[in-house]
């Protein structure tokens, strides 16, 4: 459905899987729509935004009142009500409405079946799907804003498995992140049921293995990532469906690159090039040339990815934005950072604007600013800035994320090299209590971090130590 109500609401996945239509007998307000659009007033409507149910007039949230019943039907004035009420036939169209929202709640939410009737006047968050609020939403992590970014994560997996759409949202475009995107991408790989021949495994694995890599658990599925590109290239000789080579390849190359394998993501793209040059294939070939210290090529192919994919999808596409964040990254390894600054600050504004403040790819470039103030050692500012978008981070992604590891770990570097151990270690005290509580004491992250704690805490009793003896010393003498 192309109108803007189904848009804001989402409500036509929910109709579609009660009644088979999201308009038929059902949504009023977007009925109004299809009415306008029949009478040639679509591009008006569309434009305008909404439209009044009695006298179609266009309008927006704040010039239209909402039905109090259906919370659908939309009108310029309460004339236009009183009589779509009495000669339009929302009487009834509002109750066959409530009914199916009903349904569709139950659906979402069968422990819900006999509950206490919705009441949306709360001003509670409430999920877009089933408009429900309990239990609480959660942020999608996607370009739409406050609470039109709230959604259930079973209500988003059903309107997923409905409409095929997996990986982006169908109001702003933009793809999903955070916890939203686990449960999406967990759900679809389970819908394969391992099924290696099923035409969606290959591509279900590579989702799966992206979110698990920003995880910072991407060993967890290599060996089936790695299944997943032979099965790819299997069906492109066979001219089969659903070989997403490129986009398998790239992933693999991703995930070795954030393993440290830049030999072998080099070999294993370069022997793919150029047969299939998709531009995060590409992408991922620049990335590591530039970790293997090459970096006038890095540069080279990153500027030339970035131009095809800008005149291909526009300079503002979230994958263009995303490539982009490597040019500072980059000019910080060649130490040019001043170009650095100014190419991290214009992107990181570009992508607040399009992407949202608190989407992945832009609190990554805010990262970047970090980093360049760590190569110029200043680490006081690198502290501060990292202070405050450990929160951010931590709020949206969660606690064991793993850009919030990095920021973490980043900053008890930055203390340490201020020499203030004694935050580092009450800081890593904090952060150990997070990871035992996420995958218990036993895990080799777990045991990894202990052991880091170990050498810090050494470190500063052996500076405590020669610190009393010089004392010491100076007082003798």
Known sequence: CAYVTCLLH????????????????????????????????????????????????????????????????????????????????HKKACTNLKKVQTAARTAMHPAAANTAPLQLDTGAPRCIICLDGTPPPIQRGCG??????????DCQVAA???????????????????????FLTESRLADTQGNTRHIDWPTAVAVRAKHLGEMGRFHEIKEQLEAALEESLRRERLNLLGSAIEFVAAILGYGLL????????????????????????????????????HFEDALRLYQVVIDKEGQHKGVESEKCLRFRIHIPETLCDMARFEEAHVAQQELVTLQRRVLGPEHLVTLVTEAIRIQ??????????????????????????????????????????????????????????????????????????????????????????????????????????
Request: glycine content about 12%; proline content about 2%.
């Open 10 to 89: 989402q409500s036509h996945i929910s109709l579609v899987s009660v009644r088979g239509g999201c308009w038929i007998s059902g949504s009023q307000a977007c009925l109004t729509m299809h009415k306008a659009g029949a009478r040639g007033g679509k591009k008006k409507a569309i434009e305008g935004g909404l439209g009044c149910a009695q006298c179609h007039t266009p309008g927006t949230l704040k010039s239209l009142k909402k039905c109090s019943g259906c919370l659908q039907a939309l009108y310029c004035s309460a004339q236009c009500q009183r009589l779509h009420w009495k000669q339009g036939g």
């Open 144 to 153: 739409c804003r406050g609470d039109a970014g709230l959604a259930h994560p």
């Open 160 to 182: 997923a498995r409905a409409s095929g759409k997996w990986t982006g949202c169908g109001t702003c475009g933009v793809g999903f992140s955070g916890k939203m995107e686990g």
């Open 258 to 293: 954030d393993s440290g394998e830049y030999e072998n993501c080099k070999a294993l793209l370069g022997g793919l090039m150029p047969t299939y040059a998709d531009a995060d294939v590409c992408m991922c070939l620049a990335i590591a040339h530039g970790k293997l210290g």
């Open 372 to 477: 360049i103030l760590s190569q110029e050692k200043r680490f006081a500012d690198a502290e501060k800035e990292c202070r405050r978008l450990l929160p951010i981070v931590e709020r949206v992604y969660g606690p064991v994320f793993h850009l919030t590891t990095t920021l973490h770990t980043r900053l008890m570097s930055y203390l340490i090299h201020q020499g203030k151990l004694s935050e580092v270690e009450w800081e890593g005290a904090s952060r150990l209590l997070i990871l035992k509580d996420a995958f218990g004491p036993d895990h080799e992250s777990v045991i990894e971090f202990t052991q880091k704690l170990e050498l810090v805490a050494e470190f500063h009793r052996k500076q405590a130590e020669t610190y009393a003896c010089t004392s010491a010393c100076q007082r003798q003498a």
